[in-house]
């Protein structure tokens, strides 16, 4: 059963960048077909899709983080990883990695879903 | 702010039949598939239905999506306390706003 798990600092300054990894177990993240995404959600609010990358490399960002949002995979460890510079307060958030399946088809457009999904991390910005 | 407007709560009694809406545009939800996600409290979010109306293995068929033009619907039937939870929409966007969007969320309460 596939598995993916967030690991990285829960406290990161203001202007610093928050670096993350999501650790998948369980299966390939060198599966086709699949992309593989981070999404986060601050406190109290609803869910913000951050990217998502193929073991390629090949990248999807929000267009609202693009500027400061760092996605990358490294296969030999089964892993991907988000960077997000600059961050300020509203950066607070749990985040959360999940496999992105995504089709591109004539028929229905773009087929996707996250699932499964990690725990989650809880990552506060603050001095 | 999310381009996928769904009302921010609906309730019931167990039993009862609650809908979600979900309201997009013809550059996602008009263009392309509809997932729905069940996040119940202090948990990570789960996928409940995917391509506008398939259900993953193991959620119960209680569970139904539907779409129609620029909006997609969710259905809960036969309504159980343990189905008190947040629930989002999704779908990717092909404009500027994505490419790839959640609903705002909905309050599920079982009174």
């Known amino acids: ?127 | 702010q999310s381009v996928l407007t769904q009302p921010p709560s609906a309730s019931g009694t167990p039993g009862q039949r609650v809908t979600i809406s979900c309201s997009g545009s013809s550059s996602n939800i008009g263009s392309n598939t509809v997932n729905w996600y069940q996040q119940l409290p202090g948990t990570a979010p789960k996928l409940l239905i995917y391509s506008n109306n398939q259900r993953p293995s193991g959620v119960p068929d209680r569970f139904s999506g539907s779409k129609s033009g620029t909006s997609a619907s969710l259905a809960i039937s036969g309504l159980q306390s343990e189905d008190e939870a947040d629930y989002y929409c999704a779908a990717w966007d092909d404009s500027l706003n994505g490419p790839f969007v959640f609903g705002t969320g909905t309050k599920v309460t079982v009174l």
């Open chain 1, 1 to 127: 059963q596939l598995q993916l798990q967030e690991s990285g600092p829960g406290l990161v300054k203001p202007s610093e960048t928050l670096s993350l990894t999501c650790t998948v177990s369980g299966g390939s993240i060198s599966s086709s077909s699949y992309y593989w995404g981070w999404i986060r959600q601050p406190p109290g609010k609803g869910l913000e899709w951050i990217g998502s990358i193929y073991y390629s490399g090949s990248t999807y960002y929000n267009p609202s983080l693009k500027s400061r949002v760092t996605i990358s995979v490294d296969t030999s460890k089964n892993q991907f990883s988000l960077k997000l510079s600059s961050v300020t307060a509203a950066d607070t958030a749990v985040y959360y990695c999940a496999r992105h399946n995504l089709e591109q088809t004539t028929i229905f457009g773009v087929v996707n879903w996250f699932d499964p999904w990690g725990q989650g991390t809880l990552v506060t910005v603050s001095s």
